[in-house]
Each structure stands twice: as structure tokens, then as C-alpha cells.
């Protein structure tokens, strides 16, 4: 260290955009917001201005409400213009809920990496009206409390084409190393990983602005979180690793656009705090597994707070994220219980 103080986190818009309006954030640069019916209860998404039509960054979760208030956007802030491309930085529901409807309604082309793509695709086609087995194991697995496992059984399992328009076939793929012209500006695509497989991220060449989607957010941390399609996944290393690779690129003047949460100056400092605090938490609950636990039972050491019933999905597999690192590395050993769970205990 040379003593300088780190560059501080600035938040230059701290009020977001009302409900089918937008923020001009650059020359061209639109912000918008869409509801998202949870504990966090936004997406951020973007749309650049092409000349003859917009490029969208993100579109929302697919319901009748999001495209309505789509409807009023393009009627309002975005003039009219045609949505001609749709990118999305990851699969997740979120973000690519209303990709097909842009795509299928609006002739929109659809940019994403080909993992993005396929995930989407693949959990759209994954309809499920009882709960799967390999679901089931999973949270037994993991040591999830036997009425909150009898709660969850009681409801529709969760089914991506539920929450996700339908998407037809075809889209434009980006890799890493593609600059991609948006916006009026030139864009490097750098992939990301961990919060969700091959994350896409874009920093333009011509002025100080970064699209982060949900790899870098401002004041929350992304979810790392494991599921039933990979429960030997260990996306904390996944996640580290691409923070480690991204972190050279952030600059102090760096105006970065995230899927949730406010836009924020400080990138070098918040890359740093999110790694720190990913190292952080796996030391807590290094501490913890001196006495062997399940993944659910690792909430306190690894969130320092209470979690509530909203939030016990995210948490959960957060921390089955956190306890497939540690086995991953050598850390703990982990043996099955009687009740089905995997319990993780500290090495030596
Ligand atoms: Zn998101």
C-alpha cells in the first residue's frame, strides 16, 4: 500500500427512477426500474440508445405488470423507438424474464453468452407439477429443518417458465475478449462467474461506464448459491476467481451499472470489499465447524444476522455455496446424519 486512502463509494443518483420513468445517466444511457415481487423488490435494466432503435440490458420478470410498465417506457422515455436487440447479462428470472417477449413480440434480437442462453432455455423446458426427487434429496441434504421441507412440499414447485416469457430458438452468443458496439460507444465483454455461470459484463472504451449486472453490486453481495442441477458446485471459488480476474480492470471513475441497488463510483473498493468479505465468511464459519453442523445450520457465522422466511431459500443455498467450498479445499470432512443431512466438520 502506498498510503493512499482507497476511493471512496459514491452513490451520484441516490433517488431511483419512479415507475416507467427514466434516469439519463450518459448521453444515451437510459436507467429504468421494474418491481420484482421479493425481499429485494427491483431489477435495474438499461437501455442504450442506437440511433434508429434502443438496445435493452436486462428486462425483469415476465408477468403482465413488467410489460405493461415495458409499454409505458417505450412509449415514454424511449420515444417510440424500436427495442431492437435485448441483452441479457445472466439467466436468471430476473433478467431474462421478458427476453422472449422482445424477441417473439418486438423482433428484437437476443444477445447472451451461450451459457446464459442455454440455462434459460433448458429450465424453461424443465416444467415440473411435483416435486422432483433429486430436489427433495437436496434439501435433506443440506439439513433443511423437516417443517420447513413439509411447508415447502405443500405448494408448486418452483418452475422457471412461470416466472420466465417463453423463449423461442435463436440468439447472437458472446464470449469473452468481444467488444460489442452499443449505445454509441464500444464495449469489452468480460465474463464473470460464480453468482451465475458465464455472467456477462461490459466496459466501455469511450467513457467511464462498467454494466455489471449482478456480478458487482453497490451495497448488497451476490447471491452464491448451489441447487439440485449441481450440488457439488462450488461457486465461491467460481466467484472469486472472476473477481480476482475483473478487479485489474476497475478504475476509481468507473460509473458502474448494476442489476440491482444504486450506480455507483469505487469499484477498486467494493471489488476489494466483496472479495474480503466472501474471505471473511468462510473463515467464520471455518471457526463454526469446530463442532460439526449441516448447511442450514451455518446461517449465524456466515450472515451475522437473523434470517427471515423470505430470505431462507437464498440463505440456504448460499450456504450450502459456502460448506461445498470448505469440502472443496479440505477444510472440513463432511458425513452423512441420520436425519439425511451432509454435517461439515473443521479438519484437524
Ligand atoms: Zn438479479
Same mark, same amino acid.
Given at each position: 500500500?502506498?498510503?493512499?486512502?482507497?476511493?471512496?463509494?459514491?452513490? +451520484?443518483? +441516490?433517488? +431511483?427512477?419512479?415507475?416507467?420513468?427514466?434516469?439519463?445517466?450518459?448521453?444515451?444511457?437510459?436507467?429504468?426500474?421494474? +418491481?420484482?415481487?421479493?425481499? *429485494?423488490?427491483?431489477?435495474?435494466?438499461?437501455?442504450?440508445?442506437?440511433?434508429?432503435?434502443?438496445?435493452?440490458?436486462?428486462?425483469?420478470?415476465?408477468?403482465?405488470?413488467?410489460?405493461?410498465?415495458?409499454?409505458?417506457?417505450? &412509449?415514454?422515455?424511449?420515444? @417510440?423507438?424500436?427495442?431492437?436487440?435485448?441483452?441479457?447479462?445472466?439467466?436468471?428470472?430476473?433478467?431474462?424474464?421478458?427476453?422472449?417477449?422482445?424477441?417473439?413480440?418486438?423482433?428484437?434480437?437476443?444477445? =447472451?453468452?451461450?451459457? #446464459?442462453?442455454?440455462? &434459460?432455455?433448458?429450465?424453461?423446458?424443465?416444467?415440473?407439477?411435483?416435486?422432483?426427487?433429486?430436489?427433495?434429496?437436496?434439501?435433506?441434504?443440506? $439439513?433443511?429443518? !423437516?417443517?420447513?421441507?413439509?411447508?415447502?412440499?405443500?405448494?408448486?414447485?418452483?418452475?422457471? !417458465?412461470?416466472?420466465?416469457?417463453?423463449?423461442?430458438?435463436?440468439?447472437?452468443?458472446?464470449?469473452?475478449?468481444?467488444?460489442?458496439?452499443?449505445?454509441?460507444?464500444?464495449?469489452?465483454?468480460?465474463? @464473470?462467474?460464480?453468482? =451465475?455461470?458465464?455472467? !456477462? /459484463?461490459?466496459?466501455?472504451?469511450?467513457?467511464?461506464?462498467?454494466?455489471?449486472?449482478?456480478? %458487482?453490486?453497490?451495497?448488497?453481495?451476490?447471491?452464491?448459491? %448451489?441447487?439440485?442441477?449441481?450440488?457439488?458446485?462450488?461457486?465461491?471459488?467460481?466467484?472469486?476467481? #472472476?473477481?480476482?480476474?475483473?478487479?485489474?480492470? #476497475?478504475?476509481?471513475?468507473?460509473?458502474?451499472?448494476?442489476?440491482?441497488?444504486?450506480?455507483?463510483? @469505487?469499484?477498486?473498493?467494493?471489488?476489494?470489499?466483496?472479495?474480503?468479505?466472501?474471505?471473511?465468511?468462510?473463515?467464520? *464459519?471455518?471457526?463454526?465447524?469446530?463442532?460439526?453442523?449441516? #448447511?442450514?445450520?451455518?446461517?449465524?457465522?456466515?450472515?451475522?444476522?437473523?434470517?427471515?422466511?423470505?430470505?431462507? $431459500?437464498? =440463505?440456504? %443455498?448460499?450456504?450450502?455455496?459456502?460448506?461445498?467450498?470448505?469440502?472443496?479445499? @479440505?477444510?472440513? /470432512?463432511?458425513?452423512?446424519?441420520?436425519?439425511?443431512?451432509?454435517?461439515?466438520?473443521?479438519?484437524?
Amino acid at each position: 500500500m502506498d498510503g493512499e486512502r482507497p476511493p471512496a463509494i459514491r452513490y +451520484p443518483w +441516490p433517488e +431511483p427512477p419512479a415507475s416507467g420513468e427514466a434516469v439519463e445517466i450518459a448521453e444515451g444511457v437510459l436507467w429504468m426500474r421494474l +418491481p420484482l415481487p421479493m425481499a *429485494l423488490d427491483h431489477v435495474n435494466v438499461y437501455a442504450l440508445d442506437d440511433g434508429d432503435g434502443w438496445t435493452v440490458i436486462d428486462t425483469g420478470l415476465s408477468s403482465k405488470k413488467t410489460r405493461d410498465i415495458w409499454e409505458t417506457l417505450m &412509449a415514454g422515455p424511449l420515444a @417510440g423507438k424500436p427495442v431492437n436487440r435485448v441483452v441479457v447479462t445472466h439467466h436468471h428470472p430476473d433478467h431474462v424474464g421478458n427476453a422472449g417477449w422482445f424477441q417473439s413480440d418486438h423482433g428484437a434480437e437476443l444477445v =447472451a453468452s451461450r451459457t #446464459a442462453w442455454l440455462f &434459460a432455455r433448458m429450465l424453461m423446458l424443465d416444467v415440473q407439477e411435483s416435486w422432483p426427487t433429486e430436489t427433495l434429496d437436496f434439501y435433506r441434504s443440506s $439439513g433443511m429443518a !423437516a417443517e420447513v421441507l413439509a411447508k415447502r412440499m405443500a405448494d408448486r414447485p418452483f418452475n422457471f !417458465a412461470d416466472v420466465v416469457f417463453p423463449m423461442p430458438l435463436g440468439f447472437t452468443r458472446i464470449k469473452q475478449g468481444d467488444v460489442i458496439r452499443m449505445g454509441g460507444r464500444d464495449w469489452d465483454v468480460h465474463m @464473470g462467474n460464480g453468482h =451465475a455461470p458465464e455472467h !456477462a /459484463t461490459f466496459w466501455s472504451r469511450d467513457d467511464n461506464l462498467v454494466l455489471t449486472g449482478d456480478q %458487482v453490486l453497490s451495497s448488497i453481495s451476490p447471491n452464491l448459491g %448451489v441447487y439440485a442441477t449441481e450440488p457439488m458446485a462450488d461457486p465461491v471459488a467460481d466467484w472469486l476467481e #472472476a473477481c480476482e480476474r475483473l478487479q485489474p480492470l #476497475a478504475r476509481p471513475d468507473h460509473l458502474v451499472l448494476g442489476g440491482h441497488k444504486l450506480p455507483f463510483t @469505487g469499484l477498486p473498493t467494493r471489488m476489494r470489499q466483496l472479495i474480503e468479505n466472501h474471505h471473511g465468511a468462510l473463515e467464520r *464459519l471455518l471457526n463454526d465447524l469446530e463442532t460439526p453442523k449441516s #448447511a442450514s445450520e451455518c446461517f449465524a457465522p456466515l450472515f451475522k444476522r437473523t434470517i427471515r422466511d423470505g430470505e431462507y $431459500g437464498l =440463505a440456504l %443455498v448460499e450456504a450450502v455455496a459456502h460448506v461445498n467450498h470448505l469440502h472443496h479445499i @479440505g477444510a472440513v /470432512t463432511r458425513t452423512r446424519r441420520a436425519d439425511g443431512a451432509w454435517v461439515y466438520q473443521r479438519k484437524g
